[in-house]
Nanobody, 123 residues
Framework: VQLQASGGGLVQAGGSLTLSCAASGRTLGTYYMGWLRQAPGKEREFVAAIAWNFANTYYADSVKGRFTVSKDNAKNTVYLQMNSLKPEDTAVYYC?????????????????WGQGTLVTVSS
């Protein structure tokens, strides 16, 4: 699976941003598509994920109610809509994919990774 993330940028606190992740190479029917992030000096952490076949969604507590993960089957693309952004959301955001049987969508053990896209939230 090849993943191409885009959509990062600079936004003021309280603003919104949408990240996109275009997938190619395999059908995604049995994959979790995840978003993870890594802030400067911190470990990579789970943000959100979606089960491609069933559209179940999963969120870290820190983003629940503010971020929404969705997919477009026709475009083989996953989105992360980020609202009410906070300075602590500043990080490099990665999209990633793993098979359902590889474990929880809410951990970092993803097999396939896209390049990161930087999100900077100014106060």
């Amino acid at each position: 699976v090849q993943l191409q993330a885009s959509g990062g940028g600079l936004v003021q606190a309280g603003g919104s941003l949408t990240l996109s992740c275009a997938a190619s190479g395999r059908t995604l029917g049995t994959y979790y598509m995840g978003w993870l992030r890594q802030a400067p000096g911190k470990e990579r952490e789970f943000v959100a994920a979606i089960a491609w076949n069933f559209a179940n969604t999963y969120y870290a507590d820190s983003v629940k109610g503010r971020f929404t993960v969705s997919k477009d089957n026709a475009k083989n693309t996953v989105y992360l809509q980020m609202n009410s952004l906070k300075p602590e959301d500043t990080a490099v955001y990665y999209c990633a994919a793993k098979k359902y049987y590889s474990g929880s969508p809410a951990d970092s053990s993803y097999a396939y990774w896209g390049q990161g896209t930087l999100v900077t939230v100014s106060s």
